[in-house]
T-cell receptor, first 112, second 115 residues
Framework: QKEVEQDPGPLSVPEGAIVSLNCTYS??????FMWYRQYSRKGPELLMYTYSSGNKEDGRFTAQVDKSSKYISLFIRDSQPSDSATYLCAMTYQGVGNQFYFGTGTSLTVIP | GAGVSQTPSNKVTEKGKYVELRCDPISGHTALYWYRQSLGQGPEFLIY????????DSGLPNDRFFAVRPEGSVSTLKIQRTERGDSAVYLC?????????????FGSGTRLTVV
């Protein structure tokens, strides 16, 4: 079993839709949770991050962490064609310098 | 530089050959990571440098893989006797000490194809 599970999609939605992306994980020691966006042939870029449980909102993006269920989510409101990319969840332990554990990524296409 | 630079962007090599992949981190970033991303997968950790030393090399798959960072800036990932299974995108990321777990910047990667 992989440490982090993520549905690879692909996911296709019309412009303006609300998108929900999710990951589950098995290691309860994970404390830092991140969402990265990766465009084709580019490196991942940090989109959102959360420490421990809770919600965080940044513009059209909301990240949620439920540590009791070992489940994290990213919501995108009013999706735009420019949001079309692969979204990767990542997580790591307490302490700086630890490796990140990534999900497989979900491919999202927003249709104009 | 403005971002993490990786060269070459693409590399095609024959099975059994030796390759070197270069990462030039953001100036002043003391922490440097190498990850490998296979097609349709998320990045997988290879090695972490803090300064010149490898603080964690537990992700290197076998002894054909080796990485150095002799002056604490540029890093080179070296792969000996390449195999077709080594084909992947090799990503480098750097972080300035004190920026916490969120301050990583990834390069665009080197796409390695072993034929």
């Amino acid at each position: 079993q992989k440490e982090v599970e993520q549905d690879p999609g692909p996911l296709s939605v019309p412009e303006g839709a609300i998108v929900s992306l999710n990951c589950t994980y098995s290691n309860s020691a994970f404390q830092y949770f991140m969402w990265y966006r990766q465009y084709s042939r580019k490196g991942p870029e940090l989109l959102m991050y959360t420490y421990s449980s809770g919600n965080k909102e940044d513009g059209r993006f909301t990240a949620q962490v439920d540590k009791s269920s070992k489940y994290i989510s990213l919501f995108i409101r009013d999706s735009q064609p420019s949001d079309s990319a692969t979204y990767l969840c990542a997580m790591t332990y307490q302490g700086v310098g630890n490796q990140f554990y990534f999900g497989t990524g979900t491919s999202l296409t927003v249709i104009p | 530089g403005a971002g993490v630079s990786q060269t070459p962007s693409n590399k095609v090599t024959e099975k059994g050959k030796y390759v070197e992949l270069r990462c030039d981190p953001i100036s002043g970033h003391t922490a440097l990571y190498w990850y490998r991303q296979s097609l349709g997968q998320g990045p997988e950790f290879l090695i972490y440098f803090q300064g010149t030393g490898a603080a964690d090399d537990s992700g290197l798959p076998n002894d054909r893989f080796f990485a150095v960072r002799p002056e604490g800036s540029v890093s080179t990932l070296k792969i000996q006797r390449t195999e077709r299974g080594d084909s992947a995108v090799y990503l480098c990321a750097s972080r300035v000490t004190g920026s916490g777990n969120y301050g990583y910047t990834f390069g665009s990667g080197t796409r390695l194809t072993v034929v």
